[in-house]
């Protein structure tokens, strides 16, 4: 028997069509926390990780080419862009030559499809809020949709906790705001719930690489996947050395207990252990959030665990309206997909170039998409023409939200092949042609602008 909390999340997420076996996922998660699981992972119980290099990896062509012909790739879609300031989804937004996310992650799979001769289907878990807005986007690419298999599969949605007694919150005002995504983790639900994982499996795919879809860097590689299926794993992650700007993200390690690879987010961390998150020498890698599993080893797994994969716990605890601050703090229930790493027994990991995580978390990063950093090929494909990505700290009372942005850049974004750093404090607007050299701070206490063909730096 449930608690009377657990119960009435129950009949809620019953009367909004959740889908059962995410009800149960959200019940045993209810149960950990209700049972006091914070599913912190303290120091003392993990060690570093080391991991072989995918540059150091001889992958046969014929090995690459059969094995991107049994991947699926899906894409997370669900944001919705809202810390920038967007309503709609995040993967719409513009990054260059009038192009979307969308539009070069659709055309990044189509150039493969051609090259490889494989059938390579596009999936997108969309949220209920992204998914209308996806699709009108996607139509434009009629041969995208893979007859058998739907373009998208949606994520679900439970209740926010209230924090002092785990009941489900009520906000009339705005009904929307009494609920939340479960977590990127919910991928591995939503996949079985909505019978996609069993369609996947009936057509004689082998092998899924999912990534984020503001991460263009995350092509669906032949080479990662022929490296994969030759490993005979059943779930991998790609990993990144960890700089300055991860201090404070999650990172790779091993379980002392079992030897498993596990995933430490930042929310997992103990206060007394954030000096050693943020210690680079000691934990040297991140995770891209590209990872690839055998889908008949996800199946069998899922199946044995009556659909509850396990995942730790993330405690995730904020306002009930995120923008006020005097609604009462609830809890929401989230789990990391790259978790899963530690279900899996054999699973792996391996380091791949900065070139393959490219995420877009603020108007910082967008600048930097938008600049000649990267170019984009006949591929779609971003390769770094820059000799370093520059560090760029933009003031967020101006800049942090997109249409502030595009308003301060209405000639696009400066050229920054050549910058180390660029910061901005204060109002400044930017004519066509700028350039930054080196290492550059623009302060001003009124709005100031840059002339068209200026160079900064030099």
């Avoid at 879609?77 to 810390?83: A, Q």
């Avoid at 990144?240 to 404070?248: E, I, L, P, Q």
């Avoid at 066509?432 to 206490?445: I, M, R, S």
């Amino acid at each position: 028997m449930g608690s009377a909390g657990l119960d009435k999340a129950r009949a809620k997420m019953r009367e909004a069509g959740v889908d059962e076996i995410a009800i149960e996922t959200f019940a045993h998660y209810y149960r950990l926390l209700e049972h006091g699981e914070t599913g912190m992972i303290p120091e003392s119980t993990i060690e570093p990780v080391d991991m072989e290099a995918l540059a150091d990896v001889e992958v046969p062509d014929d090995v690459a080419a059969d094995a991107i012909k049994k991947t699926v790739v899906i894409k997370l879609n669900g944001g919705l862009g809202t810390s920038m300031g967007m309503d709609r989804a995040k993967s719409l937004l513009c990054v260059r030559r009038g192009l979307s996310f969308l539009d070069i992650i659709a055309r990044q799979v189509l150039q493969l499809r051609k090259e490889y001769d494989a059938t390579l289907p596009l999936l997108l878990m969309n949220s209920f809020r992204t998914s209308s807005d996806t699709l009108h986007a996607l139509a434009r690419y009629e041969d995208l949709r893979v007859e058998g298999l739907p373009l998208e599969f949606l994520q679900n949605k439970e209740p926010k906790l209230l924090a002092s007694n785990l009941a489900p919150a009520s906000f009339p005002a705005d009904p929307d705001l009494e609920w939340c995504p479960p977590g990127h983790g919910d991928i591995y639900t939503a996949l079985r719930g909505s019978g996609t994982l069993d369609l996947l499996i009936e057509q004689g795919y082998r092998y899924v690489f999912v990534s984020n879809s503001d991460n263009l860097g995350a092509v669906p590689d032949p080479k990662v996947a022929g490296w994969f299926a030759a490993s005979g794993a059943p779930f991998a992650i790609e990993s990144v050395r960890r700089t300055a700007s991860d201090r404070k993200g999650g990172h790779f390690a091993r379980r002392k207990a079992d030897g498993r690879i596990v995933l430490r987010e930042t929310a997992q961390t103990l206060p007394q252990d954030k000096a050693a998150l943020a210690d680079l020498d000691r934990h040297r890698f991140t995770s891209t959030n590209n990872l690839w599993f055998d889908l008949h080893a996800m199946k069998a797994t899922l199946d044995q665990r009556e659909g509850i994969l396990g995942l730790p716990l993330i405690r995730n605890v904020k306002h009930l309206d995120p923008a006020d601050s005097s609604t009462p703090e609830v809890v929401q229930i989230e789990t990391a997909m790259g978790a899963a790493i530690e279900v899996f027994e054999g699973a792996r990991l391996i380091e791949v170039g900065r070139d393959r995580f490219i995420p877009v978390k603020t108007t910082n990063d967008l600048l930097v998409l938008r600049s000649d950093v990267y170019e984009i090929g006949t591929d779609f494909a971003l390769t770094q023409v820059a000799s370093d990505v520059p560090f760029i700290d933009l003031d967020t009372s101006y800049y942090k939200l997109v249409g502030d942005f595009d308003q301060r850049f209405p000639e696009g974004a400066p050229s920054l092949q050549k910058a180390s750093s660029f910061s901005i404090e204060g109002d400044w607007t930017f004519g066509h042609g700028v350039q930054v050299v080196g290492d550059v701070e623009l302060t001003a206490k009124c709005a100031q602008r840059v002339a068209a063909g200026e160079v900064l730096g030099a």
